[in-house]
T-cell receptor, first 113, second 112 residues
């Protein structure tokens, strides 16, 4: 199993809603990542978890709250988002934090109304 | 603070070799060159990486110049499925500063 599974694939939410994005991998990887990608732009790193602990936060606003409940799961909790937060949110994993191969999911396309 | 420069777009005929250049003139001695690609509606996919020697795997070859200031990714027999955005990334190998940071990439179109 070399897949990173992200759910949901599409999400529409209002600015006052609370929602969560979910990411799962069963490759035994110990590092997991969140990236944000706006249309026609490259992915931007948001968070890195290593051994279930937050390792890197790229100065992401607090309305995005990551959580790593176990080594296979990564969540991104969303609250009070703005329309400019509409983007593709990509999850990735790797064997360890500094491993060269990141495996990416297909992403969640988020629209904030 | 992108460390790499790539042409925004290129095209190549199906069946021919696609050669994608990348300039990384400020690369330092412990920094690796990585290549990823992103096919439309999918997440990025790892292709290959190298430090100073040329590398080859089942997907592609990576040629790094002797001064390490530039590199070329070669897809030996391009197919329509190779149409994607290709990202060249410079990354410190193993340190707390090591991150996969994507630059603007090259949009490669393969024509029949």
């Amino acid at each position: 199993d070399t897949e990173v599974t992200q759910t949901p694939k599409h999400l529409v939410m209002g600015m006052t809603n609370k929602k969560s994005l979910k990411c799962e991998q069963h490759m035994g990887h110990r590092a997991m990542y969140w990236y944000k990608q706006k249309a026609k732009k490259p992915p931007e790193l948001m968070f890195v978890y290593s051994y279930e602990k937050l390792s890197i936060n790229e100065s992401v606003p607090s309305r995005f709250s990551p959580e790593c409940p176990n080594s296979s799961l990564l969540n991104l909790h969303l609250h009070a988002l703005q329309p400019e937060d509409s983007a593709l949110y990509l999850c990735a994993s790797s064997q360890a934090e500094f491993n060269e191969k990141l495996f990416f999911g297909s992403g969640t396309q988020l629209s904030v109304l | 603070d992108a460390k790499t420069t790539q042409p925004p777009s290129m095209d190549c005929a199906e069946g021919r070799a696609a050669n994608l250049p990348c300039n990384h003139s400020t690369i330092s001695g412990n920094e690796y060159v990585y290549w990823y690609r992103q096919i439309h509606s999918q997440g990025p996919q790892y292709i290959i990486h190298g430090l100073k020697n040329n590398e080859t795997n089942e997907m592609a070859s990576l040629i790094i110049t002797e001064d390490r200031k530039s590199s070329t990714l070669i897809l030996p027999h391009a197919t329509l499925r190779d149409t994607a955005v290709y990202y060249c990334i410079v990354r410190t190998g193993y340190s707390s500063a090591s991150k996969i940071i994507f630059g603007s990439g090259t949009r490669l179109s393969i024509r029949p």
